[in-house]
């Protein structure tokens, strides 16, 4: 259950803290830092100190410094562990005083999956809304990453208000086939940026139809799934069908088919003061069209007054929120006509006495089903013991005799005596000791089948 931060009456900007944890977390903060320019207070929380001492986070928290001796964790979870309750208090420290925490952090090593459940347990008793933005391991990076990754993944799920999933497999999806290693790392880190910046946005850009933080908790407090996102920019004279294009190939939201999931989606739409009316419809009408008929659709709308401003419009929502999703269908009892039922197999003969006694009663409730039953029907009823003529099996007929005159089929013989040699007839034979070689053993020794 999602607790509210101390302050709702949106008179003061709300304090936005990122915080990275180990070393894919450390490094995701700095681009989004040096590359958002959203002046957002940082933390660095890593076991490794060559790690912290390039980084240009605010605030840096050493894990462990007893246990890991700054030298990181190893990949190994519990090594993370142990090093972040040996430095609780200064963790605690760090994430005060918060009212949005963005947790960063690369599952799979050893102290980010060892120290990410604390870590959020810890923002959350701070009282803030905690988003975590976390990937998963490459599928060839082994199944002890991946089982490390899942495994630190659901203890960061039962702490975080909502959780941005992205595995490390779909980065192809973000740049070209043969785009370079540097490029395509970089392009992931612009997309969790995104969702940094995104929501930072939403809740600080002026316009008329503002997003305040009551209409994102009650989106993100929706569901028990990841956090859907997507996000598009776009200028010129199409962009507003751009931009929403752009949001929807995200692949956080899977080309926008999870829509179909979520209960409560919510929609900030952000542009220069052109930005018209007609474009917001149409936005909102493709939005509604890929989301669920029962889905709630929570819309915001900023104007900056740079006239060069580009329309970026961003998609949130919450995965497994549908609560007409999964929905069993009702069994209902139907009636079947006696048609519907399989015949009977009638005797051949049954006993007159019989016979007089089922006209004089009435008919039995097994009767009465067969004209008309409710499903499930019940089992059916094996027939009662009849009297049936014995019947004797049939003799079999004499063999007839011969007719005369007839003669007797007689079993031919076959020829052992080669006729002629084939294609072999104009070649020398092979002659040993006065016997043809050529000739197949079992007609030179005129040897016959019994």
């Known amino acids: 259950m999602i607790s509210f931060p101390k302050y709702l009456d949106g008179s003061q900007t709300p304090a936005v803290r990122l915080v990275g944890l180990g070393n894919a977390g450390v490094n995701l903060a700095d681009r989004i830092t040096m590359t958002g320019g959203l002046g957002l207070e940082t933390v660095a929380i890593n076991s490794d100190q060559q790690s912290l001492s390039s980084s240009v986070s605010t605030i840096k928290v050493s894990l462990g410094p007893l246990t890991t001796r700054g030298l990181g964790a190893g990949g190994d979870p519990e090594i993370g562990l142990d090093a972040a309750k040996e430095s609780l208090s200064e963790i605690e420290e760090a994430l005060s005083g918060a009212d949005i925490i963005f947790l960063c952090a690369g599952l799979g090593g050893g102290t980010a999956s060892g120290a990410g459940g604390i870590v959020a347990e810890v923002a959350k008793q701070t009282g803030a809304l905690l988003i975590a933005i976390v990937t998963s391991p490459f599928a060839f990076e082994g199944r002890r990453r991946a089982s490390q990754a899942a495994a630190a993944l659901q203890e960061i799920r039962t702490h975080a208000d909502a959780v941005i999933h992205f595995e490390n497999d779909r980065m192809a999806e973000l740049t070209a086939p043969k785009s370079g290693v540097s490029e395509t790392f970089s392009a992931c880190d612009e997309l969790l940026g995104g969702c940094v910046a995104a929501v930072t946005r939403l809740l600080s850009a002026p316009g008329p139809l503002g997003v305040g933080l009551p209409d994102l908790l009650s989106v993100l407090n929706a569901g028990d799934g990841s956090c859907l996102f997507g996000t598009g920019v776009a200028v010129g004279d199409n962009r507003a069908h751009e931009a929403l294009e752009g949001a929807l190939k995200s692949p ?54 740079d006239a060069k401003s580009p329309v970026v419009v961003t998609i949130l929502a919450k995965a497994g929120a549908n609560p007409a999703r999964g929905a069993a269908p009702v069994a209902r009892p139907r009636r079947v006509a006696a048609a519907d039922q399989p015949p009977r197999t009638q005797p051949d003969r049954v006993e007159p006495a019989r016979q007089q006694a089922s006209l004089n009663t009435t008919p039995s409730r097994e009767e009465t089903e067969e004209i008309l039953e409710i499903e499930p029907a019940p089992a059916p009823q094996p027939a009662p013991p009849q009297k049936i003529a014995a019947q004797q099996p049939a003799k079999p007929a004499p063999p007839s005799a011969p007719k005369p005159g007839a003669q007797k089929a007689k079993q031919e013989t076959l020829q052992f005596e080669p006729v002629a040699r084939g294609r072999f007839e104009k070649i020398e034979p092979t002659i040993v000791e006065g016997e043809d070689l050529d000739v197949p053993t079992f007609l030179r020794l005129n040897v016959k089948k019994p």
């Not at 999931?261 to 018209?276: C, E, Q, T």
């Not at 009408?285 to 890929?290: C, D, F, K, Y």
């Open 252 to 305: 956080l939201l899977d080309r926008g088919r999870l829509l179909d999931d979520a209960g409560s989606v919510l929609v900030h739409l952000s542009g220069p003061p052109s930005l018209s009316f007609a474009e917001v419809g149409a936005i909102m009408q493709e939005i509604a069209r890929q989301a669920s008929a029962e889905s709630l659709l929570h819309l915001g709308v900023s104007t900056f007054p």
